[in-house]
T-cell receptor, first 113, second 111 residues
Framework: AQSVSQHNHHVILSEAASLELGCNYSYGGTVNLFWYVQYPGQHLQLLLKYFSGDPLVKGIKGFEAEFIKSKFSFNLRKPSVQWSDTAEYFCAVNTGTASKLTFGTGTRLQVTL | DGGITQSPKYLFRKEGQNVTLSCEQN?????MYWYRQDPGQGLRLIYY???????QKGDIAEGYSVSREKKESFPLTVTSAQKNPTAFYLC??????????FGDGTRLSIL
């Protein structure tokens, strides 16, 4: 069974600091990769996705992620965080044509002014 | 507006009682999903359905049941057999092969 690991459980950054959140998955075949964000009191929203092609994908609100197949990783990055980025971030994977997602345990990001 | 509607937003269950959480979508999505979210554990899949009148168990199906009689509806019943039902429940839907869209969730608590 596939699994997804997010090693950073709680990250605290000052505004304008750079962000990198780790995501590693265990499946060796074809994968689709996602980052979702859950702002306080809101529903889960898609930040970005990787299906194929350019391994560097850009999402909403200045976020990007890089798929490194050899490292089974899909880390999320943002050069300069804002207070409004305070949220919980989830990495998720599905394999091939399967529709169900496997989620990581999430990373809570707190951005201070 | 198209979207996923979960109701109620908050639900309380007495010991030994079954409760049903509603999920309706008007996105014409084929597939629907139920997840349970607990602090520090992320989202775990309870049940999913790719077509009407068919559904599959997810990773933590014990103590739960679902039905998919209509394309737009996928209700989840939390039965008395679920010993630790207190959690945040999320419903999602998608066209197969596309990202999932999520509802606002139902928070279930035990009285």
């Amino acid at each position: 069974a596939q699994s997804v690991s997010q090693h950073n459980h709680h990250v605290i950054l000052s505004e304008a600091a750079s962000l990198e959140l780790g995501c590693n998955y265990s499946y060796g075949g074809t994968v689709n990769l996602f980052w979702y964000v859950q702002y306080p009191g809101q529903h889960l929203q898609l930040l970005l996705k990787y299906f194929s092609g350019d391994p560097l994908v850009k999402g909403i609100k200045g976020f990007e992620a890089e798929f490194i197949k050899s490292k089974f990783s899909f880390n999320l990055r943002k050069p300069s965080v804002q207070w409004s980025d305070t949220a919980e971030y989830f990495c998720a994977v599905n394999t091939g044509t399967a529709s169900k997602l496997t989620f990581g345990t999430g990373t809570r990001l707190q951005v201070t002014l | 507006d198209g979207g996923i509607t979960q109701s109620p937003k908050y639900l309380f269950r007495k010991e030994g009682q079954n409760v049903t959480l509603s999920c309706e979508q008007n996105l014409n999505h084929d597939a629907m999903y139920w997840y349970r979210q607990d602090p520090g554990q992320g989202l775990r899949l309870i049940y999913y359905s790719q077509i009407v009148n068919d559904f599959q168990k997810g990773d933590i199906a014990e103590g739960y049941s679902v039905s998919r009689e209509k394309k737009e509806s996928f209700p989840l019943t939390v039965t008395s057999a679920q010993k630790n039902p207190t959690a945040f429940y999320l419903c999602a839907s998608n066209f197969l092969g596309q990202p999932q869209h999520f509802g606002d969730g139902t928070r279930l608590s035990i009285l």
